[in-house]
T-cell receptor, first 116, second 109 residues
Framework: GAVVSQHPSWVICKSGTSVKIECRSL??????MFWYRQFPKQSLMLMAT?????????EQGVEKDKFLINHASLTLSTLTVTSAHPEDSSFYIC????????????FGPGTRLLVL | GQNIDQPTEMTATEGAIVQINCTYQ??????LFWYQQHAGEAPTFLSY????GLEEKGRFSSFLSRSKGYSYLLLKELQMKDSASYLC??????????FGTGTRLTVIP
C-alpha cells in the first residue's frame, strides 16, 4: 500500500510555456498532499501544502501565481508551473498523507523539469 | 525558524556499522523521519520516531532524544546498495516536513 505516482517523469519545454505535473495516490485517499522542489545536491524544499477542496498553503518565497496547485479530489493534486523559465528547472516531488493512523508522507517518483 | 543539521558526507566499509546524526531546532515537533534517497529518485521512508528511544527495523535503527533535539540513524551490516543520501526530516507544528540537507553515504568494499 501507500503508492504515489507522478506524471510525467520527465518534461522538457521552451521558456514561457506552462507545464502541468500530476500527483496521484493510487491505493489510499490523500487528505493532504505536499509539493517539494529539489535542486542538484540540495535537500527537498517544501513549496506548498494542499488539502483536498481548499486552497493550497504556500511557503514563504514561493509565488502562488506562478506555481498553481489544484487538489480536486482525494487522489489527485496537480502543480502547474506557469510561464516557465530556465531557473525553474528542477526536480519536483509530491508526497501524500492520509493512510489511516499514519503520520508518514509517501513520496512520488518525482518529475524532472528542464526549461530551455 | 527551522534548523536541521546533518553531516554532509560519510564513508564507511561494506559490512561495517555507521551512525548518521541529526540535530534539530524547530517550532513545534510532531515526529522525526528518516528517508533514503538514491540519486535522481524520490525519497523512500525508513523510520519514524515520535517518542524518545530506539526503533529497530532490520538492519536499520533510529534513535530520538526530544530533550536534546537529537536523532541518529544506525545502519548495520552495510551493503554497497546502501550508498545513498539519508535525509532527516522533522514534522513541525503545522504537520509540514522540514528536511535537513541530507548525508551522502558512500559504502566502499
Amino acid at each position: 500500500g501507500a503508492v504515489v505516482s507522478q506524471h510525467p517523469s520527465w518534461v522538457i519545454c521552451k521558456s514561457g510555456t506552462s507545464v502541468k505535473i500530476e500527483c496521484r495516490s493510487l491505493d489510499f485517499q490523500a487528505t493532504t498532499m505536499f509539493w517539494y522542489r529539489q535542486f542538484p545536491k540540495q535537500s527537498l524544499m517544501l513549496m506548498a501544502t494542499s488539502n483536498e477542496g481548499s486552497k493550497a498553503t504556500y511557503e514563504q518565497g514561493v509565488e502562488k501565481d506562478k506555481f498553481l496547485i489544484n487538489h480536486a479530489s482525494l487522489t489527485l493534486s496537480t502543480l502547474t508551473v506557469t510561464s516557465a523559465h530556465p531557473e525553474d528547472s528542477s526536480f519536483y516531488i509530491c508526497s501524500a498523507t492520509g493512510l489511516a493512523g499514519s503520520q508518514t508522507q509517501y513520496f512520488g517518483p518525482g518529475t524532472r523539469l528542464l526549461v530551455l | 525558524g527551522q534548523n536541521i543539521d546533518q553531516p554532509t558526507e560519510m564513508t564507511a566499509t561494506e559490512g561495517a556499522i555507521v551512525q548518521i546524526n541529526c540535530t534539530y531546532q524547530t517550532s513545534g515537533f510532531n515526529g522525526l523521519f528518516w528517508y533514503q534517497q538514491h540519486a535522481g529518485e524520490a525519497p523512500t521512508f525508513l523510520s519514524y520516531n515520535v517518542l524518545d528511544g530506539l526503533e529497530e527495523k532490520g538492519r536499520f535503527s533510529s534513535f530520538l532524544s526530544r530533550s536534546k533535539g537529537y536523532s541518529y540513524l544506525l545502519l548495520k551490516e552495510l551493503q554497497m546498495k546502501d550508498s545513498a543520501s539519508y535525509l532527516c526530516a522533522v514534522k513541525g507544528g503545522a504537520n509540514n516536513l522540514f528536511f535537513g540537507t541530507g548525508t551522502r553515504l558512500t559504502v566502499i568494499p
